[in-house]
């Protein structure tokens, strides 16, 4: 198969409705998203069947696709509630289903025989004889474990003529591909039915059976041992396009909208730039910084040219950085009266400079001038939480640009 042919797709994470929009007019191509059962994420805000019908019907408005994740690994008791849901699912409008068990998968195909079936990466999918195999089981699309090497994926390509999916963007989990028993066993949250505890992020010390009472650090690290915390991934676009990536995954689904929309506007501007030009395709600076404003762990990248090792985990308790807080969004501008109208997320003042994206990709510093409530009376600032205000403002700012205001350390 010719690798290629097709400008990779962006795909975002949508943890609830706001996310999704959100992500859809930031630039991803297509966006997943859970339902209300068997999906692994149960504590996000995930979507009811009439909220993933809105999410799809907005998604094909613009020309694009809404992926619902099925990807437990179901016990008896899940089944017989998983045809009727399927049905749900396919009458929703949904362009693709995520499985990663095969019982469910049977399930599926029985139940939805013409719904398209993504392998999900729980499914730990690592080599060209795997892809093959869920091919004939009728997969369209198959999402590569986490573990692979570009060299890897590369040969995976060229031996297989099935859609490849990779996350390029995102949270690593330190289990094969997220299959992991340790929240099970530290909480009784099942990481593989959806309700991971993240167990693996929290501060551990080494205990001799004779000396209980006694705690040895596994790192020498006054502040315990952060062994099983990885750092985040971020992809270089041209290694995994011409690996024969088909779609490009950002994690996510229970990040803010903040992180969605930023890292979303760099990858569709990555993406873009090497397609058009991929001879002259260079990162700047700007996108770099960028992904920096956004909360996360710092970042790695995971497995693409090799094994990790110590310097692909986080061995801090500060594990989480990030150089911008998000204050508010865009609601509307009135073209006529000049003025923005915001919903504050964060405490903003009068006079305050900000620095604000816009879903374009457009980036610009904006001055709080002539801020009123929503009676439209003069207030000094805006410290209630979701306030709406409005400002003065002669550029015209598009509906659902984000404001920020840089950290000071």
């Known amino acids: 198969m010719t690798r290629m042919k097709n400008k990779p797709e962006l795909l975002a994470p949508a943890g609830n409705m706001e996310k999704c929009k959100i ?28 909220e993933i019908a809105e999410a799809a019907a907005y998604a094909h408005g613009l020309g ?40 469910v998968w049977n399930v599926a195909r029985q139940t939805v025989p013409e719904m398209p079936l993504h392998v999900s990466t729980q499914a730990n999918t690592s080599n060209w004889a795997a892809v093959q195999a869920w091919k004939a089981l009728g997969a369209e699309r198959v999402v590569l474990a986490r573990e692979l090497s ?18 390029v963007h995102g949270a690593m989990c330190i289990s094969y591909s997220g299959r992991c028993l340790l929240s099970s ?35 020498e690290d006054e ?33 803010s909208i903040h992180y969605v929309a930023t890292v979303v506007s760099v990858y569709r501007k990555a993406i873009d730039a090497y397609w058009n030009d991929p001879k002259k395709y260079q990162v700047p600076d700007e996108w770099r910084q960028e992904l ?18 110590s310097d692909g985990q986080v061995y801090t308790t500060s594990s989480y950085e990030q150089t911008h807080d ?7 501008y009135d073209a006529d009266a000049k003025r923005a109208y915001i919903e504050q997320r964060n405490n903003v003042k009068n006079g305050e400079v900000l620095e604000l994206l816009m ?24 410290p209630h939480a979701q306030q709406k205000f409005s400002i003065v403002s002669d550029r015209a700012l598009m509906p659902d640009s984000l404001l920020r205001r840089k950290v000071i350390c």
């Open 23 to 50: 992500a859809l007019r930031y630039g991803a191509d297509a966006v997943y998203l859970g339902g209300k059962m068997f999906g692994l994420r149960a504590f996000a805000n995930n979507f009811s069947i009439e």
């Open 64 to 103: 694009k696709k809404v992926y619902v994740t099925v990807n437990i690994f179901a016990h008896n008791e899940d089944l017989a509630r998983l045809p009727d849901y399927l049905l749900e699912l396919q009458q929703a409008g949904v362009d693709a289903l995520l499985i990663s068990d095969l019982g």
């Open 150 to 167: 570009l060299e890897e994926i590369r040969e995976i390509g060229a031996r297989t003529d099935v859609e490849l999916e990779a996350f």
């Open 185 to 219: 066993y530290l909480t009784g949250r099942d990481g593989n039915r959806g309700a991971c505890a993240q167990a693996c992020r929290w501060e551990y010390s080494l205990i001799e059976k004779n000396r209980s009472d006694e705690g040895f650090d596994i790192e």
């Open 223 to 255: 502040r315990g041992t952060y062994v099983m915390n990885s750092k985040d991934l971020i992809e270089h676009i041209p290694d995994i396009a011409k690996a024969g990536i088909y779609s490009l995954k950002i994690e996510g689904r229970m990040k």
């Open 292 to 309: 920096e404003k956004v909360s996360h762990r710092p970042y790695s990248k995971g497995f693409a040219f090799g094994k990790p090792g």
């Open 326 to 332: 998000f204050v508010g969004i865009v609601l509307a």
């Open 359 to 382: 879903p374009d990709g457009e980036l610009f510093p904006l001055t709080l001038e002539d801020m009123r409530n929503a009676d439209g009376e003069s207030i000094d600032c805006a």
